[in-house]
């Protein structure tokens, strides 16, 4: 990757609307999906005895499909600004994606299997098919608890709220949300985790409040002021106020 080039302003807008509008998204489909699986999640076994809500469950499933595809785009599209800050940290963020749209698929697979059950009663008794259902909606919990509800903390929180920070392609103390929001959902993640505290409780719905602000940031700022244009990455300065020099390793300016 070559620091020192700068990067025209043009090609930083272009970057920065992509990056908000898949951000906001994110919002777009997230939400309503979980909504829209309700009747399952709250009660699988009659959700499956009952004539059931087919195309609402698949249209979840359908809109966090999107979902994933938005995810990957967030970290992918800046991806080559944040390299300049640290490589290691913005590969860490798009790991972290990779992973968490990797826990969403497992939920999606679970949603469209229940609705097979619903759809094919004659495969089995009707406890049996509630159980198997109840099986595949607390697996859908579980995924929902450790993606967004642990990995997202790690991801969109502490590293891509570090790299924010260190980049200044949005203003620090917007950053600062993301550091602060990061540990809040591992923390509750664990503690939801182990029982300490109850999964979509009142103590969960308070810690991903500054989650839920930091990434709404994410979607709007970019989308609509761009990425500071004063940002060392943007000059070419190099990795968060350092510059590389041709065909040596970053240093420190005098």
Not at 44 to 57: E, K, L, Q, S
Not at 58 to 63: D, K, R, V
Not at 139 to 154: A, E, N, S, Y
């Amino acid at each position: 990757m070559n620091y020192d080039r700068p990067v025209p302003p043009a090609e930083s807008r272009r970057i920065a609307r992509t990056f908000g509008a898949l951000y906001l998204i994110t919002f777009i489909t997230s939400i309503p999906a979980l909504w829209l699986y309700q009747p399952v999640l709250d009660d699988p076994a009659g959700y499956v005895a009952g004539a059931g809500h087919d195309n609402r469950i698949l249209l979840g499933a359908f809109l966090e499909l999107l979902l994933i595809i938005a995810n990957i785009g967030t970290a992918v599209v800046v991806y080559p600004l944040l390299k300049r800050v640290s490589e290691i940290c913005a590969l860490g963020y798009v790991t972290a994606r990779l992973v968490e749209c990797t826990f969403i698929l497992v939920g999606i697979l679970t949603m469209v299997a229940v609705v097979t059950l619903q759809r094919n009663p004659s495969a089995g008794r009707d406890a049996t098919l509630g159980s198997i259902a109840y099986a595949l909606a607390a697996i859908k919990d579980w995924t929902f608890l450790l993606g967004p509800g642990f990995v997202v903390g790690v991801g969109n929180g502490l590293l891509l709220g570090y790299l924010m920070y260190r980049s200044e392609l949005v203003p620090r103390r917007m950053a600062m949300l993301g550091l602060v929001a990061g540990p809040l959902i591992c923390i509750t993640g664990v503690a939801a985790m182990f029982g300490v505290i109850q999964t979509g409780g009142p103590v969960i719905g308070i810690a991903t409040i500054p989650e839920f602000l930091w990434e709404l940031s994410l979607g709007i700022y970019p989308l609509v002021w761009g990425f500071n244009a004063a940002a060392p990455v943007l000059s070419g300065s190099g990795r968060g106020g350092f510059s590389a020099p041709q065909g040596g390793a970053a240093v420190a300016p005098a």
